[in-house]
Every structure is written in structure tokens, then in C-alpha cells.
């Protein structure tokens, strides 16, 4: 499959200081599904604060900061597995980003990673600049040479905000400095998930953690992959 250009050159901008939060917003019921229902998940999808399966993943376009890039999503011609997370992030994001770098690995063995795009936002756009996503795309040994993995950055807190919590459902809150133990400055409670979606742009799994299993992650990348090539 070949895939459509997805990616236009852009600046990336300056970092704004923004406050407020927007309430969750999920995609539309009813699309097209390749997997069987999931058998862990416990509510009806439009009874889930974020897009689950069978509802259509909110389209976005953000900058990569590490191309010179804006990545769309609605352009993405391929199977999609999105996520968001912060590079300081000491615990939480450190498995849940290792536990996707391996899936990416998987692709490239298996000869699907054209066939798959892997979008990684952040939502620290004050900190998570080029140079430490670059930093931490070796630490956690992302293939940014495969080509098929982005590290998106908004252009502002508001904007991240707007995606990553109110497109997305990834609800996190920023915590000073006093109420956390973990990080100077400031730290971020927040929930972990990771959307699987078609070429359809139908989430076909919401894996709800910070550890997704590999080996399940990766089965249902081939799975989809195959049914939709």
C-alpha cells in the first residue's frame, strides 16, 4: 500500500503559556471494525469518556518537531497507533513509550511498518522541545530511522489541551513542585492510553495502561494490517 503524503513542511513555533481544560469529546459510533469486540472492556464505547471501539478517532494535525514537519492525521494512509505522554515522565510513560517501541520493532520485522504510523504527543510542550525528544527517542531506542514514528509536539499548552485531552480523552492535570515528589518543578498526574485505529480512522482497541502488552499489541497491528492491505 502506498501511503499518501501526510506531511507538510512547517516552523514550529514558540511556547505559550496557556491555562484550562476542555472537557473530553469522542468520534462518532458505528464505523467499521477488522478485531472482535474487546473482551476487557467494560462499558458500552458511548459510555467512555475517550473514542473506543467502533468510534471514529478525532482527526488532529500537530508539528514534529524532529522533521520540520506538521503531521495530519486524516492523512495518514495506513493503520494508526497513537499515544500521549511527557519526556520527564520518570515511571509511567518510560513502559508504556518502551512497551510501543517494541511493537515498532515488531513491524519492521515482520515488514508491515510501512503499512503503520506510530504517533507519540506530547503534552509538555514547554520542555519537550527538538532536542529532548531527540534525547529521548534514543533512550528509549525509538527506530527513528524506520520512518514510521512521529513524536508530535503542540504548539502551545492550550493546544495540547485541546488534543491530547479534549480530542483524545487523555486527561492529565499539571502539579507544581510541592505536590509532587518526583520532578522539579512541576510533574503531571495522568491517565495512560493508547488508541489502535484502522485505515478507516476507526479506534479498533483503547488500551487502557501504561504497560500494553506487546505481544498483544502487535497481534492486533498484524491482524488489522492484514484485513485492511
Partial sequence: MK?????????????????????????????????????????????????????QLPDFELPDPLSG????????????VVTGFFASCPVECVRLIGQLAGVQQGTVEAGIDDEVTFLAI?????????????????????????????????????????????????????????????LPGYDFRHLSLTFLANPSGVVERAYRTDSPAYDRVLGDVKEVVEATA
Fill in 3 to 55: 501511503r499518501r503524503a501526510f506531511l507538510r513542511t512547517a516552523s514550529v513555533g514558540g511556547i505559550v503559556a496557556s491555562a484550562g481544560c476542555l472537557s473530553s469529546v469522542v468520534g462518532t459510533s458505528g464505523g467499521q471494525t477488522v478485531l472482535s469486540p474487546p473482551e476487557d472492556q467494560q462499558f458500552d464505547s458511548e459510555d467512555i469518556p475517550y473514542p473506543a471501539y467502533g468510534q
Fill in 69 to 80: 514537519t506538521t503531521v495530519d492525521s486524516a492523512a495518514v494512509d495506513g493503520t494508526l
Fill in 122 to 182: 506530547t503534552f509538555d510542550p514547554q520542555r519537550d522541545d527538538a532536542p529532548a525528544l531527540r534525547e529521548y527517542a534514543e533512550k528509549m531506542n525509538v527506530d527513528m530511522e524506520a520512518g514510521n514514528w512521529h513524536f508530535l509536539r503542540p504548539e502551545t499548552e492550550q493546544r495540547a489541551e485541546e488534543v491530547v485531552d479534549g480530542k483524545l480523552g487523555i486527561t492529565y492535570d499539571r502539579i507544581g513542585a510541592g505536590q509532587s515528589q518526583r
